[in-house]
């Protein structure tokens, strides 16, 4: 069981095809809400489960409590990356080197629950370690001609996904601590230069398009979850909707200076 559709994916590719992997999550916002009896069923049946941890999911962390067994923490994988003024944001999945070291330690968990197929499990890990060395230099081979170009989101999320592109990063939540008011906004004003893009949720809320336009950016919406991909979907995919919108973005922002 996945608290979290990125995370399934990657359980998906650790796992052999027998294993049956279930995402808890589908759509709907992992930071806050009540679990339903169906998801608290599926989590007690559940012969392991994989949540990015309890700074993201408040509400999973009294249910799934701490057993070495059952339960595997992303957010205490060890050798994580975290960017951010603080260091705190929980949107790790969005940073193909931390979705390698997960899948290595998912890979040594399911080993433990099924030792027949432990070499199954590690040469799986390994293959999507690959993957993810190869998506990050993907990332910045699309972004290299839109370096000192600017990216500004609500939270420092995407400081995972864009870590080596040479853009520049902002947010409306630096720090990690709620700030979106007025004296950000006008610290954001000052900070932004040249061309660059609003990086909003599915869809953008008239609230966030607002802001771009204050910022005088170009909106692009993302799905950092793949809520909006098809359902046999995997990282792959995820990633290259993320990067194919911020390259739509920034190009035509660029042609508009």
Not at 6 to 13: D, F, G, I, R, Y
Not at 41 to 55: I, N, S
Not at 178 to 199: I, M, S, Y
């Amino acid at each position: 069981m996945a608290s979290i559709r990125p995370l399934a994916m990657l359980a998906e590719a650790v796992a052999e095809p027998a294993d049956e992997v279930q995402v808890m999550q589908r759509g709907g916002d992992p930071h806050a809400g009540a679990l339903r009896p169906s998801q608290r069923m599926l989590l007690k049946r559940a012969d392991l489960v994989l949540w990015v941890g309890p700074e993201l999911e408040s509400s999973l962390a009294r249910l799934l409590g701490t057993d070495p067994d059952r339960v595997l923490r992303a957010s205490a994988v060890e050798g994580l990356a975290w960017p951010g003024s603080a260091g705190v944001d929980p949107h790790l999945w969005l940073r193909p080197a931390n979705m390698a070291l997960i899948a290595a330690a998912l890979a040594e968990r399911l080993a433990r629950l099924n030792p027949a197929s432990a070499a199954t499990y590690r040469s799986n890990a390994e293959a999507f370690a690959a993957e993810m060395t190869l998506w990050e230099t993907r990332i910045n081979e699309r972004l290299q001609g839109f370096q000192g170009h600017t990216l500004v989101s609500t939270h420092e999320a995407y400081g995972h996904f864009f870590a080596g592109s040479g853009l520049v990063l902002l947010s409306l939540d630096e720090g990690g601590h709620g700030h979106h008011g007025a004296a950000t906004l006008l610290k954001l004003r000052r900070e932004v230069r040249g061309p660059g893009c609003f990086l909003g949720e599915s869809g953008g809320s008239p609230a966030e398009q607002r802001l771009a336009s204050q910022l005088g950016l170009h909106f692009a919406s993302m799905d950092p979850l793949g809520n909006n991909l098809a359902p046999t979907s995997d990282i792959a995919q995820l990633y290259a909707s993320i990067l194919d919108a911020t390259v739509s973005c920034l190009t035509e922002s660029a042609a508009t200076r």
